[in-house]
């Protein structure tokens, strides 16, 4: 029961004993109760208000996409010689937030953190939506839509061909497509005994029914459990190098080519902490105002929110460490043309997007170095906003100032956004966001099941009985 | 509940006991499993570490599943990417051979994962039996909380140890235990509501009509004009022969072919087009090119080239382009060259400018000659050359017959083909003859190909050995054949 | 996992954790045979013709044991910085390792003073004809480099690598045997907040160090990912190495009932990610460099494919990625010490071959096949006989097990599930 209102600063390292991961005298009925009451109670105003304002961006979105459609990519900021502008620069930023969630649940579960099992949840429905979100942009910008599957492996039937295998961007295509399907099954294997106990809780038929669907008839039998464990283990096994492989891939789209600035070798692991530092700023952005608006202060601590701080520290250097490598090595390489690149990255005219993407993926996460900059939400809100901006302005610096200033001055062009552009980015937030609020209205937000498996065993009557306790040792 | 359930006589398929914290159902399941019952299940929350040691449940199998899966997923997409790529369309793309293993390592790698995550999801599904929405356990009330805080071990009626009343003791004997609960089997029909089947069955049939449809429409042939929503580039601008065009100066759609330039596919070596051996090598290629690419441009005014038309050929403009290498051979050439010169008045004709180096002529017709190419060659001969020169060379044609029979004062007779003169000529001369004409008569390069006109060569060859030749040069076999004919 | 009570487990430190005396006389005949191989191996190799042979296979037995050495620098900050409670029971192996580095920096000077003196026997670069405009063998790239590569600041970034990595090994590990008397919550909680400048720096001056010492070989050649190339390379062997020494340890009687099946198994799974780690950015490097095919770059894989390095290019292929990681996949392998530390060694000698086909290709530009010979037999042994005497003197008389750090009880009571 969550009467008693223990006040641990969870901060506090203590090497002896490992911090509690859910304060505030929880025991399991109170957590489902906790969890379960964000979507049993009555809906508030402000998640109308907010759905609202999404759904206008949604259909601003929609909209858009349909003139585009109906007009042709013309209409977007895209020309000779930067081809590619707001699309892939969108794709980028989005796919990147979408590592967090399985990262999440992937990396830090083989990593025995714990801790992950109060964000886990969250994060991995992030994900999806992110992912959604960047799959509109390649869906789009082909132009005719109506034949997107030919970024399939599907013979094309007009052309009597086959996608072409050597293209960077076809392994896009499978690296996307197999993340989305992977993240999707796995978020969902996840969520089986939770939507389990939402339909063993809920009294509204029609909720009931979805949910007795949804959750299959899971039952919480241990021996399923034995084959759900095993499998979520091969989850992580399977989703840990799934998710090093996609921004590897989306950096290859980039690193196959010979244009200065977009071939590198550091590439692959450079655009995999980027990703996953963009997601976990995405989480920290998400998570700091939902803890608050859905009271789970106790389930998702400060220590948790410090943890999450101290990984945009770590990928954030290492960030900067592949902005000087990329630096050095320019030089160091003795190619005038990535000599230029660089310089007129930081010098030239997009300058200014340059020093934005500096200060803020390799500036601002240095303020976590001080503790309080780790232990004050609002602060760490700020600094998640910064890194999203800065990260969307990484993938702007990286795919417009190379193709702008490329081999032969002749050749050199600006690229200037257009209002579609613009529209198109703040859209996508309105779609990710539809998403999201549906999710936090619907579904348990919180990996109940898991936070429980992580709390202390409440004493036991057998720990009293001295027959039982000689049986056991 | 029990006795609720018991009004209606269903049966009992197992007993259940309750418990509120994880370490009682652990030491319970202990205690059940030594008691040596097999058919018995745990129900928690939360996945409870140690269960698996206390109720004696094996390793699962999961994982064979999964590993095999994964490997076919990798041959699968190796497969994919060698059969389309590298054996049914094998372009070569980025300078990369068809089959490129390192690229093909990021398809190869997703589809692994690909299948392995699926097959944990499907193996995991199948192996609970699940889903199963029908679950005599979700008739018990307190069974609810299964799923929230309460921990439950229940013991089959079909376990060989069960016994109705022992094994009831040893539920309520159990340390920890707070209920203990008798689960009957679900009295309702396990037969699916009809109008459940209806439903599916009727939704499937509706599902697959549209598909049938498109695939009908796509493969059958049909007289109505199709329906066309998204047009692509089947309807569009363009231009068409003889119209307008507003993008060019001149106003005209066709484009002439831009002075210097070969079309594609319509190279052909140089030798063979012109019959003369470059003497310069490399550069001159592009001359000789040029050379040829002139007549075409201005066709019409052939007229204007009162001299032989063979004199013209690239060692002219080689010789003002590069006069350093052309020095040497500048010099010799008048000498060698100059019986021919001479010779040339005795078929009753002056050559023009008969100080003009003469080019350096193939000897023998760069083409294979065979019975094809001879065939080709009569036939050619036939339809153009045999009209002035006669069907065997003599020179004496119709329009050649007809011309002398009207007296007609210009007329210059055709050559005799068979003079000593043309027997000695080399080949290339006389397919340049072909090509641009001599005296009056007109050049045939722009109506005969140039193979044909190779072909014409040989066959002109093929007619004068008819007169030179001897009956030893004829095959054995051959001559058989001929003997036999003539008989 | 939290809620298991856990009752304090305490290890005292007694001839358990100790090294058995009879490694002394192995440190002996380690010393003398290392010496001895070491002067046979500069006898033949700088009597040759020509000396680069020596150098670079030097430099490739030098490079080897000194990433085992940079792959526990790695190991032991981390611990501190992730607050890792399952590897408490093997930090001081990994802390010994690291003090090795000091030895690996008087190794070092048999590299550092030819090219004081002027040798480019090893460094094309250090050869001044190049970077003169008006001689014959001016090259334009290493003139470019050559505020970067030339022989004073090679020295001084060699000084301050040695001096940044021998600083941090000091610090843990003088701290880590502090506590190891006094129990002293305090110094885990110093050490943590040490951590993450020490593995910053770590990544900054492991980096360049691969960059001077390994990339600067082929001074043409370039690529930005190096630096984690190494960096795969080493704390995988670093992982291989330490399984090999507590294996060793344990078949002594020592550290029984500390380290268990599960820190095996931990062990194993580090190998088994770092095997992932190393093939992917291995695989990186080569796909990045072989599809944009810009002739700065691929000079150095085609140099490896050519006279007879293709074969050793598959056999890495092989032998470091696909065999140990299909090997060491299955949990039941990593459980198993004796198949686990067979792994191990095959790891390491993997690593050998790596790093051999990162340097002997630039004898001789490439033209040589790939030959292993005295030479290469008598380095390896010469420092690697030194490398174990040293870390049996660090070792002696010193617990190996961290026996007050607060979190051992929970590394000793770990479980894997």
Redesign the interface.
């Known amino acids: 029961m969550a009467t008693v209102n223990e006040v641990i600063d969870t901060t506090i390292d203590d090497p002896g004993n490992r911090t509690p991961l859910v304060i505030g005298g929880h025991d399991y009925g109170s957590i489902t109760r906790l969890v379960c009451g964000i979507n049993e109670s009555k809906t508030p105003i402000a998640w109308y208000i907010g759905m609202l304002m999404s759904l206008s961006l949604l259909g601003m979105l929609g909209g858009l996409v349909g003139y585009l459609i109906f007009t042709g990519v013309g209409v977007w900021g895209n020309n000779n010689p930067v081809y590619w502008g707001f699309p892939i620069v969108n794709f980028v930023f989005w796919v990147g937030i979408g590592h967090a969630g399985t990262l999440i649940s992937a990396i830090l579960f083989i990593f025995r953190q714990n801790w992950r099992t109060s964000i886990n949840r969250f994060a991995e429905a992030m994900t999806i939506f992110a992912v959604v979100c960047a799959g509109l942009f390649p869906g789009i910008h082909i132009g005719r839509v109506w034949v997107f599957y030919w970024l399939f492996p599907l013979p094309s039937l007009q052309l009597a061909m086959w996608p072409q295998f050597r293209s960077p961007l076809l392994w896009d295509v499978f690296a996307v497509s197999t993340y989305a399907t992977v993240s999707l099954i796995f978020w969902y294997t996840g969520m089986i005994p939770d939507l389990a106990t939402l339909r063993d809780r809920t009294d509204n038929k029609i909720l009931r029914i979805v949910y007795s669907v949804l959750s299959l008839g899971w039952t919480g039998s241990a021996r399923a459990w034995s084959r759900y464990e095993k499998a979520y283990t091969l989850f992580a096994a399977l989703a840990a190098p799934l998710v090093l492989s996609v921004h590897t891939i989306v950096s290859f789209d980039f690193a196959v080519s010979q244009l200065p600035g977009w071939h590198t070798t550091i590439f692959p692991p450079y655009f995999v902490a980027g990703a996953v530092f963009s997601g976990f700023g995405m989480v920290l952005t998400l998570m700091v105002p939902a803890r608050q608006w859905f009271g789970l202060k106790d389930v998702v601590t400060l220590r948790h929110l410090e943890n999450v701080c101290k990984i945009l520290l770590a990928t954030g250097s290492m960030v900067g460490y592949a902005y000087a490598m990329e630096f050095f090595i320019a030089w160091y390489g003795g190619n005038m043309y990535e000599g230029f690149a660089f310089i007129n990255r930081a010098f030239g005219p997009y300058w200014w997007a340059y020093w934005i993407m500096v200060s803020c993926n390799v500036i601002s996460p240095q303020l976590f170095w001080f503790k309080v900059c780790r232990t004050t939400p609002w602060l760490m809100f700020v600094i998640s906003i910064f890194v999203n901006i800065g990260m969307w302005f990484e993938r702007f610096v990286i795919t417009v100032t190379s193709l702008a200033r490329d081999f032969l001055p002749s050749s050199w062009g600006m690229f200037e956004p257009t209002w579609v552009d613009y529209g198109m980015l703040i859209g996508s937030f309105g779609l990710f966001f539809t998403l999201f609020l549906l999710f936090v209205r619907f579904g348990p937000i919180v990996a109940m099941a898991e936070v429980k498996s992580v709390m202390p065993h409440p004493h036991s009557p057998v720990h009293d009985d001295p027959q039982a306790a000689a049986d056991h040792a | 509940m029990s006795e609720e359930a018991n009004n209606t006589e269903p049966k009992l398929i197992g007993l259940m006991a309750q418990f509120d914290d994880p370490d009682s159902l652990l030491a319970a399941c202990e205690k059940v499993r030594k008691a040596g019952y097999t058919k018995t299940d745990a129900y928690t929350p939360f996945p409870l570490h140690g269960i698996d040691e206390a109720l004696g449940i094996k390793p699962t199998i999961l994982p064979w599943i999964v590993l095999t899966l994964g490997v076919m997923g990798g041959f699968a997409g190796l497969g994919l990417q060698y059969v389309t790529n590298a054996d049914w369309y094998p372009f070569i793309i980025s300078a990369k051979p068809v089959w490129s293993l390192p690229a093909n390592i990021p398809v190869i790698f997703e589809l692994v994962i690909l299948h392995s995550a699926i097959a944990v999801f499907i193996g995991m599904l199948f192996l609970n039996k699940l889903p199963t929405f029908s679950n005599p356990l979700f008739r018990v009330p307190e069974f609810a909380r299964a799923t929230d805080d309460k921990f439950f071990l229940t013991i089959d009626v079909n376990d060989d140890k069960y016994k109705p009343n022992k094994t009831r003791e040893l539920l309520d004997g159990l340390i920890g235990q707070t209920d203990v609960i008798e689960v009957f089997e679900d009295p309702s029909p396990a037969e699916l509501p009809k109008i459940i089947k209806f439903v599916g069955i009727a939704a499937t049939v509706v599902a697959v009509v549209p598909p049938i449809l498109l695939w009908r429409a796509y493969y059958q042939t049909s007289t109505v004009p199709r329906i066309n929503p998204i047009r692509d580039m089947d309807v569009q601008l363009r231009g068409d022969t003889q119209t307008i065009s507003p993008v060019f100066a001149d106003g005209r759609t066709m484009r002439p072919r831009i002075p210097g330039t070969v079309a594609r596919g319509e190279w052909v070596d140089p030798i063979m087009l012109t019959g003369i051996v470059p003497e310069i090598g490399g550069e001159q290629n592009v001359i000789f090119l040029q050379e040829e690419d002139t007549p075409e441009e201005g066709a019409d005014k052939p007229a204007e080239d009162e001299k032989p038309a063979e004199d013209k050929p690239a060692a002219e403009e080689a010789e003002g382009q590069q006069p350093m290498a052309d020095d040497a051979p500048a010099e010799d050439k008048p000498a060698e060259e100059a019986p021919a010169a001479e010779e040339k008045p005795a078929d009753g004709e002056a050559a023009a400018e008969p100080e003009e180096p003469e080019p350096n002529w193939v000897k023998i017709a760069p083409i294979s000659v065979t019975k094809a190419t001879l065939e080709r060659g009569r036939q050619r001969y036939n339809i153009y050359c045999s009209v002035c020169h006669g069907l065997a060379g003599d020179g004496d044609g119709l329009v050649s017959q007809r011309a002398l029979q009207l007296e007609q004062p210009t007329w210059i007779p055709p050559t005799n083909l068979h003079t000593d003169y043309l027997l000695t000529q080399p080949d290339g001369k006389l397919y340049n003859t072909i090509t641009h004409g001599i005296r009056k008569m007109k050049g045939y390069g722009d109506q005969i190909p140039a193979e044909d006109r190779w072909a014409i060569v040989t066959y002109v060859r093929a007619l004068q050995k008819t007169r030179t030749g001897t009956p030893e040069e004829i095959p054995a076999v051959e001559m058989k054949e001929l003997e036999i004919k003539g008989q | ?5 856990k009752p304090t487990i305490t290890v005292t430190d007694d001839e358990s954790i100790r090294l058995n005396p009879a490694w002394q006389s192995v440190r002996l005949v380690a010393m003398a045979v290392g010496v001895l191989a070491l002067l046979l191996a500069m006898g033949i190799g700088l009597t040759q013709e020509s000396s680069s042979y020596f150098f670079h296979s030097y430099l490739t037995s030098f490079v080897y044991f000194l990433s085992i050495s940079l792959g526990a620098l790695f190991f032991v900050p981390i611990h501190f910085l ?2 890792a ?2 590897s408490v029971v093997v930090r001081r192996v990994a802390e010994l390792l690291s003090q090795n580095l000091i030895p690996m920096a008087i190794l070092f000077l048999v590299i550092l003073f030819p090219v004081l003196l002027g040798s480019h026997t090893l460094f094309e670069w250090n050869d001044p004809a190049k970077w003169d405009v008006g001689s014959p063998e001016y090259d ?2 290493i003139a ?2 050559s505020g ?1 590569l030339n022989s004073i600041f090679f020295t001084i970034r060699a000084i301050v690598y040695f001096a940044t990595w021998i600083c941090i090994a000091r610090y843990f590990y003088l701290n880590s045997l502090e506590q190891d008397g006094n129990g002293d ?1 305090q110094i ?2 110093k050490l ?1 907040k040490w951590s ?1 400048l020490a593995v ?1 720096l770590f ?2 001056t492991v ?1 360049f160090a691969s ?1 001077d010492w390994l990339m600067s070989l082929d001074p ?1 050649w ?7 190339y190494f960096f795969a390379g080493s704390a995988l062997s670093f992982f291989a190495f330490m399984t090999v020494c507590i294996f060793l340890l344990q078949r002594d009687g020592k550290m029984a009932n500390i380290v268990t099946q599960e820190h095996y198994h931990d062990l194993g ?1 580090y190998t088994f ?1 770092f095997t ?1 780690f190393w093939g ?2 291995a ?12 002739p ?1 770059e691929t000079g150095w894989y085609l140099r490896r494919q050519e006279n007879g390095w293709a074969v050793v290019a598959i056999l890495l292929i092989f032998g470091h990625f696909f065999l140990p990681f299909f090997g060491v996949m299955s949990r039941h392998i990593r459980r198993n010490k004796y198949i686990l530390t067979g792994w191990a060694v095959f790891i390491l000698v993997m690593h050998y071959v790596d790093l051999y086909y990162i340097v002997m290709p630039q004898v001789a530009h490439g033209t040589a096949a790939p030959s292993f010979g005295l030479i290469d037999l008598c380095c390896i042994v010469g420092i690697g006989g030194l490398y174990i005497s040293s870390l049996i003197w660090f070792a002696t008389d010193k617990p190996l097990v961290p026996v007050k ?3 051992l009880s ?1 590394s000793l009571a770990l ?1 894997n ?1």
Not at chain 3, 283 to 294: E, G, M, R, V
Request: hydrophobic residues 40%; glycine residues 8%.
């Open positions: 996992m939290g809620g298991h009570h992730t607050r409670g399952w334009q790239l470019h480099k970067y919550k885990t909680l943590q993450s910053v990544a900054l980096t960059f043409h370039f690529s930005t990912i190096f630096g984690v799974k990610g992932l992917y950015i695989f990186s490097q080569f796909l990045l460099i072989w599809y944009a095919n810009i700065e750090d607060p979190r929970e479980q599930h």
